[in-house]
């Protein structure tokens, strides 16, 4: 089990009214004094708990979580910490492996002073020894590139303590876990979504083409097309470049794109081991068409995708952020029900701070953080309600949304729901503390924040503009529930729902309604006339 809230000090102070003590072994309160390995800092209070990795002292300021590995203690209720180097296996997709683990497990290093060696490295195997800053080994890390099927099926085996995937684990493998009794890996202790990927279709610099449609690629990866002249290019053949179907991508591609369409890939494809090698094979071949990890695009070019609606959406970090490029995806990893090394706890945590996240985007993923886009950069919505037939909308609703919008930006955090209901998605309660966090940390004056709820296009117009609402009511809940304060604060909050007037997906489509069924957040200023 990996998850667990951990307020780091003396690198990171922290103070709270309480905390969770669901992981720690409650002690008989007694003082203790924890002191920085440099001896510069030092604190004193009850020592309230100890997990292996943390401390929860009552102070003055309230309950402190204090990372272990960062302290000394001292008192005779500080308890035997075991100082052997614990050794765990980190497996997971090539890419993510070689592209952001490493260097996260650098990066973590130096957040606590300590350092990062690479003592060992063969084939698809790397291992590092983490070190503390008196240079004891603290941990020894074994990184290996496996692949996501394969990643996951390490961990059900004992064989790794986290899977790294491009992919959300499948039936199969949930029933897998539970049959060994690890554990429910779609939990919120088990499951983390660390970054964020999307699937490009790609073609060589010297291709006319474009943009490509979603049935059109379909078609080409089943046989079915293999003319470059009927989707818009030359008359020549077309050669298709894919994965291994075992792979992260191939299975997310099949899911996004062959499976709506009622198609297989043919045996024909020119398979890669890796999406990099895929990328590197159709940029020197003019007649080639692949889909690869935006990541690992290299010199490749990509091209837009444009749904059976006409509605094109290009893969940049903002549509890929607010999941509205159609094949955008969630970068996962997982690990089983049982507690996890303290020293994967604590890479884990560091794993969604800034500092980790610059490293997953200096690696080409998009990253967690929150960024912006003006409502003149958002001209998707408006073109999407007059090209798409499926939606009621009217002049009217469209000059509502339009004025409401009116001086504001919209944040890239996006909350997704299931089909007719107001339950948030797996990644939402993540994005509910970032979007909680920003508002905490920013000067944010002379500004209301929006929730804007919208739908799909099933069922009617009335019951959708009741259910948009519903569910931009249930953020603002969930907002409230994160954050009590943000319901006193000056700060307003206020929850619109708009229906289905403004979709930025195609509603033909499973995953085109999937898009569309969203909770978006907006800044507006508020502005006061004088008198």
């Known amino acids: 089990m990996i998850k667990q809230s951990v307020l780091r000090w003396p690198a990171k102070l922290a103070l709270g009214a309480g905390v969770s003590l669901s992981l720690a072994t409650t002690l008989a309160a007694q003082d203790v004094t924890l002191s920085s390995l440099d001896g510069e800092l030092t604190l004193r209070g009850e020592l309230l708990s100890y997990d292996g990795s943390v401390y929860v002292l009552g102070t003055v300021f309230g309950a402190l979580e204090v990372d272990a590995f960062l302290v000394s203690c001292e008192g005779d209720a500080c308890p035997d910490i ?20 490493g260097d996260v497990i650098t990066a973590f290093s130096a957040e606590v002073g300590g350092a990062a060696t690479v003592t060992d490295q063969s084939g698809d195997t790397t291992v590092i020894s983490l070190l503390d800053e008196t240079n004891r080994e603290t941990a020894t890390i074994t990184l290996a590139a496996v692949g996501s099927t394969q990643a996951i099926a390490d961990v059900i085996a004992d064989a ?10 499948s039936t199969n493998e949930v029933n897998a876990f539970a049959d060994a009794g690890k554990g429910d890996p779609t939990s919120d202790a088990q499951q983390t979504i660390f970054a964020l990927d999307a699937l490009v279709a790609i073609t060589s610099l010297s291709n006319p083409v474009r943009a490509i449609s979603e049935s059109d690629l379909a078609r080409i990866f089943a046989g079915e097309v293999t003319n470059w002249a009927d989707v818009g ?8 470049y894919g994965r291994s179907n075992d792979s992260g991508t191939a299975v997310v591609f099949n899911e996004l794109v062959m499976e709506p369409a009622g198609l297989r890939t043919a045996d024909t494809i020119l398979r890669t081991e890796t999406d990099a090698a895929l990328a590197e094979a159709v940029a020197s071949d003019p007649l080639g068409i692949g889909v690869t990890s935006l990541a690992d695009a290299g010199d490749a070019k990509i091209l837009a995708v444009r749904g059976v609606c006409g509605i094109q959406v290009q893969a940049t970090p903002f549509t890929i952020k607010t999941e ?13 029900d049982k507690t996890a090394p303290a020293q994967l706890t604590r890479l884990m945590q560091f794993l969604e701070t800034p500092a980790a996240q610059a490293v997953v985007r200096d690696a080409g993923y998009v990253d967690l953080g929150i960024s912006f886009q003006s409502n003149t950069e958002q001209g998707l919505r408006y073109l999407a309600s007059i090209l798409t037939d499926d939606v009621e909308v009217s002049l009217r609703q469209l000059r509502d949304m339009t004025q409401s919008l009116t001086a504001a930006d919209r944040s890239s955090i996006t909350f997704r729901f299931a089909l007719g209901s107001s339950r948030l998605d797996a990644r939402a309660q993540d994005d509910i503390l970032r979007l909680a966090n920003l508002i905490a940390t920013s000067d944010i004056t002379n500004k209301e924040l929006l929730l804007i709820g919208y739908t799909d296009s099933i069922g009617d117009g009335a019951s959708n503009l009741a259910l948009s609402q519903q569910r931009a009511e249930e953020v603002r809940q969930a907002l409230f529930a994160a954050a009590p304060s943000l319901a006193s604060d000056a700060l307003p909050v206020r929850a619109v729902g708009f229906g289905e007037i403004s979709p930025l997906s195609c509603n033909e489509t499973a995953n085109g309604r999937r898009i569309n069924r969203r909770v978006e957040v907006w800044l507006r200023d508020v502005v006061t006339e004088s008198r």
Request: hydrophobic share 45%; aromatic share 10%; proline share 4%.
């Open 82 to 101: 075991d100082t052997t180097a614990e050794r765990f296996t980190i497996a997971g997709a090539a890419g993510l492996i070689d592209g952001v683990f």
């Open 160 to 169: 790794a303590a986290l899977g790294v995937s491009t992919r959300a684990v």
């Open 233 to 240: 290019g030359p008359s020549a053949q077309i050669n298709v």
């Open 324 to 336: 509205e490029y159609p094949l955008s995806r969630r970068l996962y990893a997982y690990s089983d």
